[in-house]
């Protein structure tokens, strides 16, 4: 590992954090974006790095501070967590089926759609 790709690293840890802990998001906004363009990773490298990050409770700080102003429903992110579990090991038993050039476009389109409704949406 040289050094550019040791402060890429850490700039994608950083960016990742800070943008997880003000807007929620992480992994796949973030991460795997930034994996693909700055360390050349494929679509399924960048996914299965992403997910091995979020494998750790890395985002324990930051779920602590919104629990401590009240804004942590523990019964529903229970009721997440354990069915993201499941849909987490289906969906990467398929993900890694489907070829890179198709799953890149499949991950794009989804950040698109999402965003559309994000902006133009009530």
Known sequence: M???VLISLVL????AGFFSGTLGIGGS??????????????Q????????AV????????????????GYVNWKYAVIIALTFIIGGYLG??????VNQQQ??????GILLL?????????
């Open 54 to 69: 979020l494998a750790v409770p890395v985002t324990f700080l930051a779920a602590y501070n919104y629990y401590q102003e």
């Open 29 to 42: 906004v973030v991460m795997i974006p930034l994996m693909i363009l700055w360390l050349n990773f494929s």
């Open 103 to 108: 799953l890149k476009k499949i991950f794009g």
């Open 12 to 15: 994608i840890g950083l960016l």
């Open 2 to 4: 040289n050094v550019s």
């Open 92 to 97: 990467s038993k398929l993900a890694i089926s």
């Open 114 to 122: 999402v965003a559309l409704k994000m902006i133009f949406g009530k």
């Open 44 to 51: 399924h490298e960048a996914q299965g790095t992403s997910l």
